[in-house]
């Protein structure tokens, strides 16, 4: 990049005479359509011991948003700017990623599992990256073959970096290959490859799970045997029970969304086992993600990086109302394969994804809390105040470029690529490490994905689920999970929301090709 070659000089300079000890490593860590309740720390039964220790000497936010897609999450993370449905391709040829950023300040900068976009992470300032170009994949076999030959179920052949080379189809020689693991894995031997050097490091880990198709370990899958054969009802009613007896929700401010639900009673038995079975696994691959997780801690723990490193851990978008059958042109389901293996290609579908976002409304792929609305930790030993365990400011993914240029005291360009920066419009969240209130925003919370449209300002939000859908407005300060609307009795409010949303809207495509 132009403007990396111009300034690297200034930035060594600069370097030297920064003390690498004073600038903390940074870890950002990314699920796939996870839900907001299926972490034990937010009021989950799946075992996360590893989420809930970072939470307990860490810090939880209540209102973490996302884009309520994959894709466009991916955009406004990597360059901290908001990106609709039709911008966030082109979004990232207008301004540096944060792995340009970090690695011009002075950083070791590595990528490991999904990125899910046309850039390719090594040319876009990354020193490292293992993984692959696409959205998702087979967890035991990215290829489009299995190791003998066969035929199995895969979507598109997807092209990996694997061992800093490109690579499709990329299947794998170990048959025992799971993608989570192996994500962790090659992170963490670049970590003791660079534990000599005299840097920080930023790694992001994009992990895939627990996004389709529903694979797991046998180990991990036989933990959670029985755990969801009560059905619907029942598991959500319990993560609400949890929530507001561990102080995760306030009752009178967070009532269940009464949000229809299958009736699990009115649910075919034989298809109540498979329903089951499909829970089962998406909490098996969480807990394996937490397992992973443990991992990369010890590892800090091991070499002493724990204390000045900074973890964050969110959400892509929120659990997944897909029952996708994607991989039907290479593969004909004969109804013997084994759950959670290589052979089957399964989805939690709506029902769970319901249960999987409570207390929130409705799921992945639309602006309401159930879409937008992530859990996230912050854990950093030496910056985040001691018995500061909560955070109940509204706060954003695109909030995560400031804060890497805060913590790195690296800088945002002018210009990009011989023309003007498009410039980043979060803000940074240290403030919030020490409870102290946040940076007044100059553009306000918008979102746009599919039918999915919202505006966040301050307490209120206006959101609908179809553009020629009418506004619904909510007061989230005493409404978290919009089953109020406000719309008619506010009618003038809801003007001057809609106003802000085609300022944003504009705004979001500006000088974009």
């Not at 992973?292 to 590892?299: D, E, L, M, S, T």
């Amino acid at each position: 990049m132009n403007w990396l070659i111009k300034t690297v000089s200034l930035a060594f300079c600069s370097f030297l005479s920064i003390s690498a000890d004073s600038r903390p490593n940074i870890i950002i860590m990314m699920a796939d359509d996870m839900g907001y309740s299926d972490i034990g720390c937010y009021g989950g039964e799946v075992a996360t011991p590893e989420l809930n220790n970072l939470a307990t000497n860490g810090l939880r936010y209540s209102q973490m948003y996302n884009t309520s897609k994959c894709t466009t999450t991916r955009s406004s993370l990597l360059t901290g700017r908001y990106v609709d449905s039709k911008s966030y391709s082109a979004n990232y040829e207008a301004g540096p990623t944060f792995g340009e950023v970090a690695k011009d300040a002075g950083y070791r900068t590595l990528w490991s599992g999904k990125n899910h976009s046309h850039i390719r992470p090594p040319e876009r300032g990354f020193d490292r990256f293992y993984g692959f170009q696409g959205g998702a994949c087979n967890f035991w076999n990215p290829g489009n073959k299995t190791q003998d030959g066969k035929d199995f179920p895969h979507i598109i052949d997807y092209e990996w970096m694997v061992n800093d080379k490109w690579i499709k189809p990329f299947i794998p020689e170990n048959e025992s290959y799971y993608m989570t693991d192996e994500i962790t894995t090659n992170a963490l031997n670049w970590l003791d490859e660079y534990k000599a050097e005299e840097k920080p490091f930023l790694l992001y880990l994009a992990y895939n799970a627990p996004h389709w198709p529903l694979h797991a370990k046998k180990e991990d899958i036989k933990k959670y045997e029985g755990v969801y054969d009560g059905g619907y009802q029942a598991i959500r009613e319990a993560r609400y029970k949890k929530m507001i007896q561990e102080g995760i929700i306030d009752a009178d401010t967070a009532p269940l969304h009464p949000q229809p639900i299958t009736d699990w009673n009115e649910v075919d038995p034989e298809e109540q086992k498979r329903e089951s079975k499909r829970m089962e696994i998406h909490a098996a691959m969480i807990d394996n993600l937490d397992q992973n997780i443990g991992r990369v801690v010890n590892w800090l723990k091991d070499s002493g990086e724990l204390e000045n490193t900074l973890i964050l851990f969110f959400v892509d978008n929120g659990a997944s109302e897909e029952r996708t059958k994607r991989y039907e042109p290479n593969y004909v389901v004969t109804g013997k394969e084994e759950p959670g293996s290589v052979m089957t290609y399964d989805c939690i579908g709506k029902q769970w994804s319901l249960v999987a976002n409570t207390p929130l409304h409705l799921h992945k792929k639309t602006s309401f809390e159930g879409g937008i609305n992530s859990p996230m930790i912050a854990h950093w030993p030496k910056g985040i105040s001691k018995g500061h365990s909560w955070s109940h400011q509204p706060v954003h993914l695109v909030d995560i470029m400031s804060t890497v240029i805060d913590l790195s005291k690296g800088s945002y360009p002018k210009s990009f690529n011989g023309k003007k920066a498009k410039p980043k419009e979060g803000i940074s969240l240290r403030p919030s490490f020490s409870g102290d209130n946040l940076e007044e925003r100059s553009t306000k919370m918008g979102f746009q994905w599919a039918k999915g449209y919202a505006l966040r300002d301050h307490d209120w939000k206006i959101v609908r689920l179809g553009q020629s859908k009418p506004w619904e407005l909510y007061n989230m300060k005493v409404d978290r999970t919009e089953t109020n609307n406000l719309a008619s009795k506010m009618p003038e409010k809801v003007k001057a929301m809609n106003a802000q949303w085609e300022k944003w809207n504009k705004q979001v495509k500006a000088d974009l090709k």
